[in-house]
T-cell receptor, first 110, second 116 residues
């Protein structure tokens, strides 16, 4: 069973700061997802990646398959980025369901 | 952008009652999922559904749970006899292509189920 660990659990930063959230997993995967969960509870998919790096606006996601590690970066952070960021993995081997991390609660203060 | 729609947004029920949570996945998607999140805990996989049958289910998805796609558009989760510990946010999700490719998931906004 894949164990997904995220760090930090909570992060408070000032507007404009560069943010990094980390995710590590224990077993090889077919894909890793970064998700954003807002206070109302809804979940939005940010990235799905299986290798390398993806960028969308101010968000960058990287993954190192050998090290079983991924990072989510936010450049020029803004209060509207405040949310819970969740890492989830597809373990492959025919497994459908995602295994989720506990999430990182990010607060960006103006 | 197309979206996954879930109804109701909130459901309150008495212990032992049956509940049906409803989802309308994105129309050209082939894979459907239910996840749940108990307050303060991580999101957990319940079940996946493809080609009108369950593809995979977790240990949580016991005989009290069932899923159905009754009419080609709706995707439902039924809990036969609710327990207090079933109280959670239930998320429906769908994806377009083969799950083994690790496709992007589209989530609904969730149904908050409260069992009293």
């Amino acid at each position: 069973k894949n164990e997904v660990e995220q760090s930090p659990q909570n992060l408070t930063a000032q507007e404009g700061e560069f943010i990094t959230i980390n995710c590590s997993y224990s077993v090889g995967i077919s894909a890793l997802h970064w998700l954003q969960q807002h206070p109302g509870g809804g979940i939005v998919s940010l990235f799905m990646l299986s290798s390398g790096k993806k960028k969308h606006g101010r968000l960058i996601a990287t993954i190192n398959i050998q090290e079983k590690h991924s990072s989510l970066h936010i450049t020029a952070s803004h209060p509207r980025d405040s949310a819970v960021y969740i890492c989830a993995v597809n373990s492959g081997g025919g497994a459908d369901g995602l295994t989720f991390g506990k999430g990182t609660h990010l607060i960006i203060q103006p | 952008e197309p979206e996954v729609t879930q109804t109701p947004s909130h459901q309150v029920t008495q212990m032992g009652q049956e509940v049906i949570l409803r989802c309308v996945p994105i129309s050209n998607h082939l894979y459907f999922y239910w996840y749940r999140q108990i307050l303060g805990q991580k999101v957990e996989f319940l079940v996946s559904f493809y080609n009108n049958e369950i593809s995979e289910k977790s240990e949580i998805f016991d005989d009290q749970f069932s899923v159905e796609r009754p009419d080609g558009s709706n995707f439902t989760l039924k809990i036969r006899s609710t327990k207090l510990e079933d109280s959670a946010m239930y998320f429906c999700a769908s994806s377009e292509y083969l799950r083994v490719l690790g496709e992007k998931l589209f989530f609904g906004s969730g149904t908050q189920l409260s069992v009293l």
